[in-house]
């Protein structure tokens, strides 16, 4: 079993759910994001997904945009997303899933990709403008390497294509809460609980739910149904503001909803 | 099979749906309401009708002699999209769409604009059919396109300024695609140009494609055989698809597609995607694209906000690829030079875009020889223009000398 699935079966089996935490290679600068997703590890988060930045990402929102945007200015380039792989997994015990828009992954070479991400000590890929129709290469390099492979499910999604997303997703599906980008909502959809029963009586095991949440309280309602809530701009903006001092103390907050700190 | 039964969503190794999963829907409802469509022959009524009695179709076609000696004496002869009501090809799209639009039930559009007329359309459109309408538009471009943005505004349309990014028509694409899966159950994306998922190039091109169509039979009726070469700018590349498709089977007519090279093609301020770009995926398909090593997109460069764009329809990568196609580039001096020549010889004043159609066809004519037939896609007029081009040959001030 991947090492983020059994980061899920364990939470689940404790009666609670994951802390999944988004933060962006390369912000506010190289040392600070991997310091940054080593305190949210060390403060409650149990998975870290690790943006690549990316110059048209169109599932992102205005904070995420701002922060990929200035990596992206500093300098960001592919290889270091593999350094900080590397530096947080030595760093801390947490699986590390990329999360990256597909035309970085077709040009460092879809096979390279998936080794390097290994020898770095990755866990996976989170593609968000990647559907398993189109995706054919990653399925046959995750297959070879043994990569956890996180495709996305919407409200929208038909029955047959969550059925699809279940069978090509390893590790979890990434269950969209509600239609749209990232970003903080005050109320997280009623969209969530129903689209993660539909992913139950489609076989999921694993079904984590992202966007729009940034409260404790957001994430105790979602781990009452899912298997994990993914964090982003809560933790991206907390970054930005307070630098990793902040990040580290939104992450404990949060981390309230996962109720074993209760 | 012919080429011209392309349908996507692959073209060759190009094309496809490359967004997310929650868009997938939209672009399935959308595929199935353009299937049916196109079998329907109230639909096919409606759009034309409106073609002939709102837009102005057929165009007409005008032989230009005055200017062609300045291209080898070749017979050149233009393709008149500038005369259609809103001022260039994009009506024939955005009337298709909107009329779709209207057939799938969702009373809100939005579209990204470079130049500003495809917006213009879009809005025109709306305002037509009595639909709301949101126009994303790069920040740099609402600058040097201020006329167009007053006329998307006078027509009831907001126009929001997209600051992200290059602040051009990629970043405008973003944020139109950020809009529309936010609010998919009652938008409709009016897609402008032959990129982008399935099913829009193909359904672009479907709604371009009577440019050619008619066209073909205009040289046919005028000269008794069919153009030696057919010439159009390429941005994203609807007008050039739309006037080539008819071609695509008569092998003895080349197909010329002039991209922007900006300052130049040596220099990195260009937008020459086929020229100096590789296959990636930008904006949902599988297409050339200028990139950087780690795919990073990297930002265009022409003085025409139309063809400022770093990506092109998959339907273009796959022709260029094939070779049935040529592409070439064309400076923005270049372009700017056959804009003032066709106003001075002819008379009529063409959109930058198309201007740089004029100014390959001036090279092309060179190359054919005086016994060739040059048929040329102009695309838009140059009302829009008169800024840039009055600032470029400097004519706008009192008392400025004749250029």
Same mark, same amino acid.
């Given at each position: 079993m991947s090492s983020v699935a059994s980061v899920l079966r364990a939470r689940r089996d404790a009666g609670s759910g994951a802390l999944i935490g988004y933060l962006p290679v390369g912000f506010p600068n190289f040392d600070e994001s991997v310091d940054a997703a080593v305190a949210i590890a060390e403060n409650g988060v149990d998975i870290i997904e690790l943006g690549l930045p990316y110059s048209d990402p169109v599932m992102d929102g205005p904070v995420i945009q701002k922060a990929t945007q200035q990596a992206l200015a500093n300098g960001f380039k592919l290889r270091h997303g593999f350094e900080a792989v590397r530096q947080i997994t030595a760093r801390v015990d947490v699986p590390v899933l990329m999360m990256t828009y597909w035309n970085p992954v077709v040009q460092y070479g879809v096979e390279r990709f998936a080794d390097d991400l290994v020898a770095a000590g990755g866990a996976g890929l989170i593609t968000p403008d990647l559907i398993p129709d189109e995706g054919s290469d990653w399925l046959a390099a995750s297959e070879r390497t043994g990569l956890d492979r996180v495709f996305l499910a919407a409200p929208s999604s038909s029955d047959a294509r969550l059925r699809q997303a279940v069978e090509s997703s390893r590790g979890f599906v990434y269950t969209v809460s509600t239609m749209g980008i990232t970003g903080a909502r005050s109320d997280v959809d009623q969209a969530a609980k129903v689209l993660v029963s539909r992913l139950r009586d489609a076989g999921c095991e694993h079904a984590c739910v992202g966007l729009g949440i940034s409260t404790a309280e957001q994430v105790r309602e979602i781990l009452a149904y899912a298997d994990g809530a993914i964090v982003g701009s809560a933790l991206v903006k907390a970054l930005a503001e307070g630098g990793v001092e902040r990040v580290a103390a939104v992450a404990s907050e949060l981390a309230r909803g996962t109720s074993r700190a209760n | 099979m012919a080429l011209r039964d392309e349908t996507g969503p692959y073209f060759g190794d190009f094309g496809g749906r490359f967004v997310p999963e929650s868009l997938i829907a939209a672009l399935d409802e959308l595929s199935e309401a353009w299937e049916l469509a196109k079998l329907d022959r109230g639909y096919a009524a409606e759009l034309n009708e409106l073609h002939k009695t709102y837009t102005g179709r057929p165009s007409l076609i005008t032989e230009v002699p005055r200017f062609a000696l300045h291209g080898g004496g070749a017979r050149m002869i233009l393709k008149r999209e500038d005369l259609n009501h809103t001022g260039s090809h994009k009506i024939n799209n955005v009337l298709g769409q909107a009329l779709l639009t209207k057939r799938i039930g969702k009373t809100r #559009?939005?579209?990204?604009?470079?130049?500003?007329?495809?917006? #213009?359309?879009?809005?025109?459109?709306?305002?037509?059919?009595?639909?709301?309408?949101?126009?994303?538009?790069?920040?740099?471009?609402?600058?040097?396109?201020?006329?167009?943005?007053?006329?998307?505004?006078?027509?009831?349309?907001?126009?929001v300024a997209v600051k992200t990014g290059s602040r051009t028509l990629k970043d405008a694409i973003n944020d139109a695609m950020r809009d529309w899966v936010t609010n998919v159950d009652t938008t409709n994306y009016i897609f402008g140009t032959v990129a982008g998922p399935h099913p829009f190039p193909a359904m672009v091109r479907d709604l371009q494609k009577i440019i050619g169509e008619e066209a073909r039979q205009q040289v046919l009726n005028l000269t008794g055989k069919l153009p030696d070469a057919v010439a159009a700018c390429v941005g994203g590349g609807s007008n050039a698809m739309g006037i080539f498709h008819a071609f695509l089977d008569d092998a003895d007519v080349a197909l010329y597609g002039f991209e922007a090279a900006g300052e130049g093609v040596e220099t990195p301020r260009h937008a020459a995607t086929i020229t100096k770009g590789r296959a990636g995926v930008l904006h949902g398909a599988r297409s050339f694209l200028l990139q950087d090593e780690d795919g990073q997109t990297i930002e265009s460069h022409s003085i025409s906000a139309g063809l400022d764009y770093p990506g092109v329809g998959p339907e273009h990568s796959w022709l260029a690829s094939i070779g049935r196609a040529n592409y070439r580039p064309v400076t923005d001096a270049a372009a700017m030079a056959a804009l003032r020549l066709l106003s001075r010889t002819e008379g009529i004043i063409p959109a930058i875009e198309s201007a740089h159609a004029l100014a390959g066809a001036l090279e092309l004519g060179k190359e054919l020889g005086p016994d060739a037939t040059i048929l040329i896609n102009l695309s838009g007029r140059g009302d829009k223009d008169m800024e840039t081009a009055g600032r470029y040959f400097d004519l706008i001030d009192a008392g400025a000398e004749q250029s």
């Amino acid at each position: 079993m991947s090492s983020v699935a059994s980061v899920l079966r364990a939470r689940r089996d404790a009666g609670s759910g994951a802390l999944i935490g988004y933060l962006p290679v390369g912000f506010p600068n190289f040392d600070e994001s991997v310091d940054a997703a080593v305190a949210i590890a060390e403060n409650g988060v149990d998975i870290i997904e690790l943006g690549l930045p990316y110059s048209d990402p169109v599932m992102d929102g205005p904070v995420i945009q701002k922060a990929t945007q200035q990596a992206l200015a500093n300098g960001f380039k592919l290889r270091h997303g593999f350094e900080a792989v590397r530096q947080i997994t030595a760093r801390v015990d947490v699986p590390v899933l990329m999360m990256t828009y597909w035309n970085p992954v077709v040009q460092y070479g879809v096979e390279r990709f998936a080794d390097d991400l290994v020898a770095a000590g990755g866990a996976g890929l989170i593609t968000p403008d990647l559907i398993p129709d189109e995706g054919s290469d990653w399925l046959a390099a995750s297959e070879r390497t043994g990569l956890d492979r996180v495709f996305l499910a919407a409200p929208s999604s038909s029955d047959a294509r969550l059925r699809q997303a279940v069978e090509s997703s390893r590790g979890f599906v990434y269950t969209v809460s509600t239609m749209g980008i990232t970003g903080a909502r005050s109320d997280v959809d009623q969209a969530a609980k129903v689209l993660v029963s539909r992913l139950r009586d489609a076989g999921c095991e694993h079904a984590c739910v992202g966007l729009g949440i940034s409260t404790a309280e957001q994430v105790r309602e979602i781990l009452a149904y899912a298997d994990g809530a993914i964090v982003g701009s809560a933790l991206v903006k907390a970054l930005a503001e307070g630098g990793v001092e902040r990040v580290a103390a939104v992450a404990s907050e949060l981390a309230r909803g996962t109720s074993r700190a209760n | 099979m012919a080429l011209r039964d392309e349908t996507g969503p692959y073209f060759g190794d190009f094309g496809g749906r490359f967004v997310p999963e929650s868009l997938i829907a939209a672009l399935d409802e959308l595929s199935e309401a353009w299937e049916l469509a196109k079998l329907d022959r109230g639909y096919a009524a409606e759009l034309n009708e409106l073609h002939k009695t709102y837009t102005g179709r057929p165009s007409l076609i005008t032989e230009v002699p005055r200017f062609a000696l300045h291209g080898g004496g070749a017979r050149m002869i233009l393709k008149r999209e500038d005369l259609n009501h809103t001022g260039s090809h994009k009506i024939n799209n955005v009337l298709g769409q909107a009329l779709l639009t209207k057939r799938i039930g969702k009373t809100r #559009v939005i579209a990204e604009t470079g130049a500003g007329q495809h917006g #213009v359309a879009t809005a025109t459109a709306a305002a037509l059919f009595g639909l709301d309408c949101v126009i994303y538009m790069g920040e740099v471009d609402t600058e040097r396109q201020a006329l167009n943005v007053a006329r998307m505004r006078l027509l009831g349309a907001e126009v929001v300024a997209v600051k992200t990014g290059s602040r051009t028509l990629k970043d405008a694409i973003n944020d139109a695609m950020r809009d529309w899966v936010t609010n998919v159950d009652t938008t409709n994306y009016i897609f402008g140009t032959v990129a982008g998922p399935h099913p829009f190039p193909a359904m672009v091109r479907d709604l371009q494609k009577i440019i050619g169509e008619e066209a073909r039979q205009q040289v046919l009726n005028l000269t008794g055989k069919l153009p030696d070469a057919v010439a159009a700018c390429v941005g994203g590349g609807s007008n050039a698809m739309g006037i080539f498709h008819a071609f695509l089977d008569d092998a003895d007519v080349a197909l010329y597609g002039f991209e922007a090279a900006g300052e130049g093609v040596e220099t990195p301020r260009h937008a020459a995607t086929i020229t100096k770009g590789r296959a990636g995926v930008l904006h949902g398909a599988r297409s050339f694209l200028l990139q950087d090593e780690d795919g990073q997109t990297i930002e265009s460069h022409s003085i025409s906000a139309g063809l400022d764009y770093p990506g092109v329809g998959p339907e273009h990568s796959w022709l260029a690829s094939i070779g049935r196609a040529n592409y070439r580039p064309v400076t923005d001096a270049a372009a700017m030079a056959a804009l003032r020549l066709l106003s001075r010889t002819e008379g009529i004043i063409p959109a930058i875009e198309s201007a740089h159609a004029l100014a390959g066809a001036l090279e092309l004519g060179k190359e054919l020889g005086p016994d060739a037939t040059i048929l040329i896609n102009l695309s838009g007029r140059g009302d829009k223009d008169m800024e840039t081009a009055g600032r470029y040959f400097d004519l706008i001030d009192a008392g400025a000398e004749q250029s």
